[in-house]
């Protein structure tokens, strides 16, 4: 089994800056594609961005030029730099991961427990 665990979230002001980890253990062959999604009370889980194995990124249009996704293979580790946060950025975020557990295996999908990101004044 994996497990994806995010970290990183809490408050801050209109304006200000987060950095999300998400950290992936467990019986890992493969991470292959990443991503960040959020969610809030009554609405859709919605993505935010998604990475590659090798570094391809795209973005939620409502976060382009603010949030920046990274990784880093060697850590199984996964980043979300968000800067000028607005109160629209507010939900739980959620670190997912397709993964090839072992050669044999086919992939799966994980989620971490999420971390909640509030920005507020």
């Known amino acids: 089994q994996v497990q994806l665990v995010e970290s990183g979230g809490g408050l801050v002001q209109p304006g200000g800056s987060l950095r999300l980890s998400c950290a992936a253990s467990?019986?890992?062959?493969?991470?292959?594609?990443m991503g960040w999604y959020r969610q809030v009370p009554g609405k859709q889980r919605e993505l935010v961005a998604t990475?590659?194995?090798?570094?391809?990124?795209n973005y939620a249009e409502s976060v382009k030029g603010r949030f920046s996704i990274s990784r880093e293979n060697a850590k199984k580790t996964m980043y979300l730099q968000m800067n000028n946060l607005q109160p629209e950025d507010t939900a739980v975020y959620y670190c997912?991961?397709?993964?090839?557990?072992?050669?044999?295996?086919?992939?799966?999908?994980?989620w971490g427990q999420g971390t909640q990101v509030t920005i507020s004044s």
């Open positions: 997912h991961a397709v993964v090839r557990e072992t050669y044999y295996n086919y992939d799966s999908d994980y």
């Open positions: 990475i590659t194995y090798g570094g391809t990124a």
């Open positions: 467990g019986t890992i062959y493969m991470l292959d594609d």
